[in-house]
């Protein structure tokens, strides 16, 4: 390979951070050959063993960690029977001797600059001490300023982090959500960061290889609920699979694979209670499809959900997650504020409510025409800014002409605070 790339993501919960660096990855591969004149290839880092589920382009491999996960007392081993520190030193040693024999032209970080537990600390001062361009990847929303400020802290301040990096890349639209305007991204990264657009259009299909995981599509019309993975989306589930459906409509009920055997146990014996016309799924290869198909979605806030949903025009009511941090309610509220979803509170939701919901949106779509989808065309330009060799000027100009020239040149719209709510915030367009 003329280029190689090399993305991490941790991966202690769920699989929105590996799921994000694929399709990374496939933009890359599609596209950065043409700017840059050279073949690409690279390695996808990963902490859950579902990430390998999914394909990836030609040239393209897996590496799946020793996973950790969240505990009370902060990260431990998913499963292996080891100390958190001799398991994260496990990870930090495997990354690093990886990354020395595929010798990476790029390197980018999902979410975490330094990994868990300071798992990338020496592994990026030798990427960078080889000359390796290094990123963070960012969704547009982190949680709060003050939590986010306490994180950057906990690193070692937003200047220490930046001294590691060559750039910053949020993916979102600056018009909806602006973090540097926040105050989560603090000024040492807000000046190394370009706000990419939302990473929506040209997402590649997954297909996992496990036939149980592969399910019908519903005959249309019909309604749907996806959960992303699933660990925390159980309360969601049991609600819509007893809510009423629409005349004549089926609902497919897409748990996540990672939700409780027992939970989706129970959903399955709520939704057949309720209707034989709700089918429950564990997971589906084709989400993207059955979403841009589906006469309504009702979903939670994470990321992946949102930008899969943003490139239709499925109406889309948004029920985020609310423990544990801010980030979805941050970010289905912004995305209401512009009219692109529907949104509630899980507090207050009810299967009455629901029911009404898919009852009126079944009848129209959503134009999400004014929001800026195409993040995975910018990344590969962005990257061939940071490639030292075989880049051409045009290439280089093109995207130096989309980056942004900092927060205070920034259109402000998007909420700096969010609002509780007490019912479905209508701000369908």
């Known amino acids: 390979m003329d280029i190689t790339i090399a993305l991490y993501s941790h991966d202690s ?67 292996l029977g080891m100390e958190a520190d001799a398991l994260r030193d496990l990870r930090s040693a495997t990354i690093d001797a990886a990354l020395a024999a595929l010798q990476p032209d790029l390197f980018i970080a999902d979410r975490h600059p330094f990994g868990i537990d300071g798992e990338l600390r020496p592994v990026l001062a030798n990427l960078r001490a080889r000359g390796t361009a290094t990123v963070l990847g960012l969704r547009e929303v982190l949680d709060t300023p003050r939590v986010a400020a306490a994180e950057w802290d906990a690193l070692g301040g937003a200047e220490h982090v930046a001294s590691h990096l060559d750039a910053v890349w949020v993916y979102g639209d600056r018009n909806v959500y602006d973090p540097r305007l926040t105050g989560e991204l603090p000024p040492a990264l807000a000046r190394l960061a370009t706000l990419t657009g939302y990473l929506s259009h040209g997402r590649p299909a997954g297909r996992p290889s496990n036939p149980e995981l592969m399910s019908p599509k519903p005959p249309p019309p019909y309604v749907l ?121 899980p ?65 402000t719209a998007g909420p700096t605070a969010v609002p509780a709510h007490s019912e479905v915030s209508r701000h369908v367009g």
């Open 225 to 345: 609920t996806v959960l992303g993975g699933g660990s925390d989306g159980a309360e969601l589930a049991r609600l819509a699979a007893s809510a009423s459906l629409p005349e004549g409509h089926r609902h497919l009920l897409i748990t996540g694979p990672q939700m409780p055997a027992e939970d989706i146990a129970e959903i399955r014996e709520v939704a057949a209670r309720t209707s034989d016309a709700t089918t429950v799924v564990r997971s589906a290869s084709d989400v993207p499809e059955l979403i841009a198909e589906a006469a309504a979605v009702v979903c939670m806030g994470g990321y992946n959900t949102m930008a899969e949903v943003m490139a239709t025009d499925t109406p889309a009511l948004v029920v985020p997650r609310t423990r544990r941090r801010q980030e979805q309610p941050r970010r289905a509220h912004a995305l209401a504020a512009v009219g692109a979803v529907e949104t509630c509170d």
């Open 347 to 411: 507090e207050f939701l009810r299967a009455e409510e629901l029911s009404a919901w898919w009852a009126r949106s079944v009848t129209g779509r959503t134009d999400r025409s004014h929001l800026d989808l195409d993040g995975l065309g910018l990344v590969p330009r962005l990257a061939a800014e940071l490639l030292p060799a075989a880049v051409t000027g045009a290439a280089v100009t093109a995207a130096a002409a989309l980056r942004t020239t900092g927060p205070a040149a920034v259109h």
């Open 13 to 79: 919960v769920g699989l929105g951070h590996s799921r994000r660096n694929r399709a990374l990855a496939y933009a890359l591969a599609e596209q950065l050959p043409a700017l840059t004149g050279g073949s690409v290839g690279g390695l996808l880092i990963a902490g859950h063993p579902d990430a390998s589920r999914d394909p990836l382009p030609e040239g393209w491999d897996w590496l799946v960690l020793p996973g950790m996960t969240r505990t009370r007392a902060g990260y431990g081993a998913r499963r």
